[in-house]
């Protein structure tokens, strides 16, 4: 099992970079696979991004390809995802989540964080 702590959220002008980073405890953190997912009020959980447990390989969502790069150190036990070039639609509370593959699913994804608000004003 893992618990996982994101943090980073805030708020920021259209345009502007945020990162966004989840913490995870124990020392399982290699098993993973990392994703990122965000939730807007009335609206469905969605897949933002992932990477596997060696951060060899990633998937995006089309919406944010380009500008928004998933990493994870290893080392640290943490995900990032760097934001860049945000739009007021990416405006939402950020999810990590933990899994077994590099999947976009929720469900694929037995493990979550508790959430980090990400506010991108015009």
């Known amino acids: 099992q893992v618990q996982l702590v994101e943090s980073g959220g805030g708020l920021v002008q259209a345009g502007g970079s945020l990162s966004v980073s989840c913490a995870a405890s124990?020392?399982?953190?290699?098993?993973?696979?990392m994703g990122w997912f965000r939730q807007a009020p009335g609206k469905e959980r969605e897949f933002v991004a992932a990477?596997?447990?060696?951060?060899?390989?990633?998937s995006y969502t089309d919406s944010v390809k380009g500008r928004f790069t998933i990493s994870r150190d290893n080392a640290k036990n943490t995900v990032y995802l760097q934001m860049n070039s945000l739009k007021p639609e990416d405006t939402a509370v950020y999810y990590c989540?933990?899994?077994?593959?590099?999947?976009?699913?929720?469900?694929?994804?037995?493990?979550w964080g508790q959430g980090t608000q990400v506010k991108v004003t015009v």
């Open positions: 124990g020392r399982t953190f290699t098993r993973y696979a």
């Open positions: 990477i596997n447990w060696s951060g060899g390989s990633t």
């Open positions: 989540a933990a899994g077994w593959a590099v999947l976009t699913t929720p469900t694929s994804y037995p493990y």
